[in-house]
Nanobody, 122 residues
């Protein structure tokens, strides 16, 4: 079983930055991939991006490419989502997730954190 705990959300003005953290505990190993998702009120969940265990390969949705960066600290078993140039449309609850399946497929993620709210004011 894998437990994920996000932190770092908050209120920020448009153009600002935030860094979200996702601390993992439990049985994790190099077979796991990690992803970030978000869900805004009244909208479907959006796959933001993913990273592999070693942190060498990342994927980003077009909506965040060039502004968001996913990284991983294996020593701390923590995944990060650095968000720069934030826009009001980035406002959402952000979730980290883990999978032993295809990390490019949102439906493959079966371990989820509780989510952290990010609000970007205009």
């Amino acid at each position: 079983q894998v437990q994920l705990v996000e932190s770092g959300g908050g209120l920020v003005q448009a153009g600002g930055s935030l860094r979200l953290s996702c601390a993992a505990s439990g049985r994790t190993d190099s077979s796991y991939g990690w992803g970030w998702f978000r869900q805004a009120p009244g909208k479907e969940r959006e796959f933001v991006g993913s990273i592999n265990w070693r942190g060498m390969y990342t994927y980003y949705a077009d909506s965040v490419k060039g502004r968001f960066t996913i990284s991983r600290d294996n020593a701390k078993n923590t995944v990060y989502l650095q968000m720069n140039s934030l826009k009001p449309e980035d406002t959402a609850v952000y979730y980290c997730a883990a999978t032993r399946g295809n990390r490019y497929d949102p439906d493959e993620y079966n371990y989820w954190g509780q989510g952290t709210q990010v609000t970007v004011s205009s």
